[in-house]
């Protein structure tokens, strides 16, 4: 109690969850899937229709929502994906505290969510923890989201806002055979809302603690076979260790018109722009960037044929705070760098008829041309050479084309039983050609019983700047470089970080899955277990020789990104139970243990927490209190750059982090309805001091015990307004 008593906010939510608890324990709904209670929504916009059908229509949303596409391509039940794969549902979204939607994926069992700074979060499981971010395929409304330059997805730079959200589905574990690159530890895949059937609006506006401000709006209309939307919002926060500080600006526009021909057929365009700015700290570095995005899609979507075609494009503007330093004595400057990019994608999916009804197949094919510009990166095949055009003139020119075709096939030979294989060919310019198989038998033994073996082969690009990146530099007038060993020193970095030659990373995994139906689908228990065989890792080797006419022999040292020639054997597995008490009451939790094996050393390491653990769960009465409180716990571990000095080693200590919501939700005559509460976000460092504040990633321990980089975590409590029309 004196726990609760030190967080007001808390307390309160724990008060409420427990007061829902016990006024909703109403005779138990029979419940299928992942929700366990759900209100129909008016016009699809959000708030609740009080009508004597409600219950009907509800279990009808419940049974839909047992039902997933991602894994395969094509929708299925949930017990029979060939993948394990979570889904976070509207009503989730709609109940958690979460403000971000990389907080909404610690929902994930084994996910790890490391939010770096407010404008750079990574995401990660499965896997030695990585900074990078860039080992999940994000996909929204089927659109791939990754950036080209870092491979990484811009979460805090979508053109969508939480309340755009329908539906996450998230499959853990390889997908290249069915999407290609980067879908390596696995897929998230990000639904939006339809277009309501009538006319309709809603509007949010949040403020609290650490300069939070944020306000996101919707409107949409149908004109008879038409329907149209608009969206947009913008997010501003400080710092959480330094008030009046940026930490995060960000804002985001999206339109999208949708022509039905049936409910089975339509075409859809929709088009976004976002940007951004705010710093991101690395172990290394902290950069100050600022970034606009736009994209724009066509898809036709009919019972057995989809296709889109899509462009994107960003700038970048990024410039590097911290000096180049030899003993603590600078000698060098990063200056600002502006980087432009534009891609062009398109695939089609075909799902031929069944002329055997065991038998489905989904067959699919796509390609992508990208280019990357800049009049200030080096480019390492004409700066050093005195026989180029462009012999010490910097500027980038890189085009970059990819292709893949793929194959899935489904055999059911019997209703408990179904047999899944995939085959998916990818070429690129820049890696080649990769081969990536799957197969997976999923045995039904009993209703609600699912078991699930499954092998797959997944790889992952390499991003533009662990390829092509080279950084410009320049050099103060006191600095230890001097005369002709800059220019020397300048055609070192041209040919340094970026590797022209470097693979693609690979996986092999094995997996086991167990899903449980029980209590008529109100007890969900589900285990994955899985070995994974990471193979040809990205990782920067640093070799520097003291001497020569600079600081470093400049001709034998080395700063570069090449493949790791040691395996890392990662094995593990994940436990996690959804129970429904009621309509209005649905509780879960989860475990995940991680163990990674480095096979040249010969020891496990301690590179990725071994450990987390989710406890939560979520309400909504009748009379209109809804909220949630969730708990998640990650065990402590230590990240070590392989082969690299430049990149100092960091220590991350056991923490828990408390995310919650409390609100009351009325209706208003005429259709529309009102939202009023409060969100709380409280980082939790019970080994360690202070007990309600923790670095994240980027907050390295000296080896004096005092941290650099970074942000230090600290409580958040945002009220906010919701109304709709």
């Given at each position: 109690?004196?726990?609760?008593?030190?967080?007001?906010?808390?307390?309160?939510?724990?008060?409420?969850?427990?007061?829902?608890?016990?006024?909703?324990?109403?005779?138990?709904?029979?419940?299928?899937?992942?929700?366990?209670?759900?209100?129909?929504?008016?016009?699809?916009?959000?708030?609740?229709?009080?009508?004597?059908?409600?219950?009907?229509?509800?279990?009808?949303?419940?049974?839909?929502?047992?039902?997933?596409?991602?894994?395969?391509?094509?929708?299925?039940?949930?017990?029979?994906?060939?993948?394990?794969?979570?889904?976070?549902?509207?009503?989730?979204?709609?109940?958690?505290?979460?403000?971000?939607?990389?907080?909404?994926?610690?929902?994930?069992?084994?996910?790890?969510?490391?939010?770096?700074?407010?404008?750079?979060?990574?995401?990660?499981?499965?896997?030695?923890?990585?900074?990078?971010?860039?080992?999940?395929?994000?996909?929204?409304?089927?659109?791939?989201?990754?950036?080209?330059?870092?491979?990484?997805?811009?979460?805090?730079?979508?053109?969508?806002?939480?309340?755009?959200?329908?539906?996450?589905?998230?499959?853990?574990?390889?997908?290249?055979?069915?999407?290609?690159?980067?879908?390596?530890?696995?897929?998230?895949?990000?639904?939006?809302?339809?277009?309501?059937?009538?006319?309709?609006?809603?509007?949010?506006?949040?403020?609290?603690?650490?300069?939070?401000?944020?306000?996101?709006?919707?409107?949409?209309?149908?004109?008879?076979?038409?329907?149209?939307?608009?969206?947009?919002?913008?997010?501003?926060?400080?710092?959480?260790?330094?008030?009046?500080?940026?930490?995060?600006?960000?804002?985001?526009?999206?339109?999208?018109?949708?022509?039905?021909?049936?409910?089975?057929?339509?075409?859809?365009?929709?088009?976004?722009?976002?940007?951004?700015?705010?710093?991101?700290?690395?172990?290394?570095?902290?950069?100050?960037?600022?970034?606009?995005?736009?994209?724009?899609?066509?898809?036709?979507?009919?019972?057995?044929?989809?296709?889109?075609?899509?462009?994107?494009?960003?700038?970048?503007?990024?410039?590097?705070?911290?000096?180049?330093?030899?003993?603590?004595?600078?000698?060098?400057?990063?200056?600002?760098?502006?980087?432009?990019?534009?891609?062009?994608?398109?695939?089609v999916q075909w799902t031929p008829a069944q002329l055997w009804e065991p038998l489905l197949f989904v067959l699919g094919a796509g390609g992508?041309?990208?280019?990357?510009?800049?009049?200030?990166?080096?480019?390492?095949?004409?700066?050093?050479?005195?026989?180029?055009?462009?012999?010490?003139?910097?500027?980038?020119?890189?085009?970059?084309?990819?292709?893949?075709?793929?194959?899935?096939?489904?055999?059911?030979?019997?209703?408990?039983?179904?047999?899944?294989?995939?085959?998916?060919?990818?070429?690129?310019?820049?890696?080649?050609?990769?081969?990536?198989?799957?197969?997976?038998?999923?045995?039904?033994?009993?209703?609600?019983?699912?078991?699930?073996?499954?092998?797959?082969?997944?790889?992952?690009?390499?991003?533009?700047?662990?390829?092509?990146?080279?950084?410009?530099?320049?050099?103060?007038?006191?600095?230890?470089?001097?005369?002709?060993?800059?220019?020397?020193?300048?055609?070192?970095?041209?040919?340094?970080?970026?590797?022209?030659?470097?693979?693609?990373?690979?996986?092999?995994?094995?997996?086991?899955?167990?899903?449980?139906?029980?209590?008529?689908?109100?007890?969900?228990?589900?285990?994955?277990?899985?070995?994974?065989?990471?193979?040809?890792?990205?990782?920067?080797?640093?070799?520097?020789?003291?001497?020569?006419?600079?600081?470093?022999?400049?001709?034998?040292?080395?700063?570069?990104?090449?493949?790791?020639?040691?395996?890392?054997?990662?094995?593990?597995?994940?436990?996690?139970?959804?129970?429904?008490?009621?309509?209005?009451?649905?509780?879960?939790?989860?475990?995940?243990?991680?163990?990674?094996?480095?096979?040249?050393?010969?020891?496990?390491?301690?590179?990725?927490?071994?450990?987390?653990?989710?406890?939560?769960?979520?309400?909504?009465?009748?009379?209109?209190?809804?909220?949630?409180?969730?708990?998640?716990?990650?065990?402590?571990?230590?990240?070590?750059?392989?082969?690299?000095?430049?990149?100092?080693?960091?220590?991350?200590?056991?923490?828990?982090?408390?995310?919650?919501?409390?609100?009351?939700?009325?209706?208003?005559?005429?259709?529309?309805?009102?939202?009023?509460?409060?969100?709380?976000?409280?980082?939790?460092?019970?080994?360690?001091?202070?007990?309600?504040?923790?670095?994240?990633?980027?907050?390295?321990?000296?080896?004096?015990?005092?941290?650099?980089?970074?942000?230090?975590?600290?409580?958040?409590?945002?009220?906010?307004?919701?109304?709709?029309?």
């Amino acid at each position: 109690m004196g726990f609760l008593l030190m967080s007001r906010p808390l307390s309160i939510l724990v008060f409420a969850l427990a007061a829902a608890l016990l006024s909703n324990m109403l005779p138990l709904a029979p419940a299928f899937g992942e929700e366990a209670g759900r209100r129909e929504e008016n016009a699809g916009e959000g708030f609740p229709d009080d009508d004597e059908d409600a219950l009907d229509d509800e279990l009808a949303f419940l049974q839909e929502s047992g039902v997933v596409e991602l894994a395969a391509r094509h929708r299925q039940e949930i017990g029979m994906s060939p993948s394990a794969i979570t889904v976070i549902t509207r009503e989730d979204i709609e109940t958690s505290g979460a403000t971000t939607i990389t907080d909404l994926l610690r929902l994930v069992p084994g996910m790890d969510v490391v939010l770096i700074s407010p404008f750079f979060s990574s995401v990660m499981s499965r896997l030695p923890w990585e900074y990078s971010n860039y080992h999940y395929l994000v996909l929204v409304d089927g659109s791939k989201v990754n950036s080209d330059f870092m491979g990484q997805p811009p979460w805090e730079l979508l053109p969508i806002s939480m309340e755009d959200i329908e539906r996450i589905e998230v499959i853990r574990g390889p997908a290249s055979s069915l999407y290609g690159a980067n879908a390596f530890a696995g897929v998230i895949s990000i639904t939006t809302k339809s277009i309501a059937e009538k006319t309709s609006a809603w509007l949010r506006v949040a403020g609290g603690e650490w300069g939070v401000l944020a306000a996101a709006a919707r409107a949409s209309v149908r004109i008879g076979d038409w329907g149209f939307s608009a969206s947009g919002g913008a997010d501003l926060a400080e710092r959480f260790s330094q008030k009046g500080v940026l930490g995060r600006e960000t804002w985001n526009l999206r339109l999208v018109a949708e022509y039905r021909w049936s409910d089975s057929r339509r075409f859809i365009a929709d088009g976004g722009v976002s940007g951004g700015s705010g710093p991101n700290n690395t172990k290394r570095f902290t950069f100050h960037n600022n970034t606009t995005m736009g994209s724009l899609r066509l898809a036709y979507d009919s019972e057995n044929m989809r296709g889109q075609l899509y462009w994107s494009g960003f700038r970048l503007w990024s410039d590097i705070a911290d000096d180049l330093e030899y003993k603590e004595s600078p000698f060098a400057t990063i200056p600002p760098i502006t980087i432009h990019g534009h891609a062009v994608d398109g695939e089609v999916q075909w799902t031929p008829a069944q002329l055997w009804e065991p038998l489905l197949f989904v067959l699919g094919a796509g390609g992508r041309i990208s280019w990357l510009g800049s009049d200030e990166l080096l480019d390492a095949e004409t700066y050093a050479k005195t026989g180029s055009t462009r012999y010490h003139d910097a500027g980038i020119s890189y085009w970059e084309t990819m292709a893949g075709a793929f194959a899935h096939a489904e055999l059911s030979p019997a209703e408990w039983v179904k047999v899944t294989g995939g085959l998916r060919l990818d070429y690129s310019t820049e890696t080649e050609e990769f081969l990536s198989p799957r197969l997976a038998v999923v045995f039904r033994p009993a209703k609600g019983q699912f078991l699930r073996l499954g092998t797959g082969r997944a790889f992952r690009k390499p991003g533009f700047w662990e390829t092509r990146l080279h950084m410009p530099v320049e050099f103060p007038k006191d600095s230890l470089i001097q005369g002709r060993s800059r220019e020397h020193f300048i055609e070192f970095m041209s040919r340094s970080i970026g590797n022209g030659n470097l693979d693609c990373e690979e996986l092999l995994s094995l997996e086991v899955g167990y899903l449980g139906e029980f209590l008529e689908g109100r007890l969900r228990v589900a285990l994955d277990l899985y070995y994974d065989f990471f193979m040809n890792r990205s990782v920067l080797v640093e070799n520097f020789i003291l001497g020569g006419t600079s600081i470093f022999d400049l001709d034998d040292s080395e700063l570069i990104f090449t493949n790791s020639d040691e395996r890392s054997d990662i094995f593990g597995g994940e436990l996690s139970v959804r129970l429904s008490l009621s309509r209005n009451v649905y509780l879960v939790a989860s475990w995940a243990h991680r163990e990674i094996f480095d096979t040249g050393s010969g020891r496990i390491l301690d590179s990725a927490p071994k450990n987390s653990i989710t406890l939560g769960g979520r309400f909504r009465t009748v009379s209109g209190f809804l909220g949630s409180l969730y708990a998640f716990s990650r065990s402590e571990f230590t990240w070590e750059a392989e082969h690299s000095g430049v990149v100092p080693s960091m220590h991350m200590d056991n923490v828990i982090l408390l995310v919650g919501r409390l609100g009351w939700r009325t209706d208003l005559s005429g259709g529309g309805g009102l939202e009023t509460g409060v969100k709380l976000f409280l980082p939790v460092s019970p080994f360690s001091g202070p007990l309600f504040r923790y670095y994240e990633s980027s907050g390295v321990k000296t080896p004096e015990g005092a941290h650099y980089g970074g942000d230090e975590l600290s409580r958040r409590v945002m009220v906010y307004l919701e109304g709709s029309l």
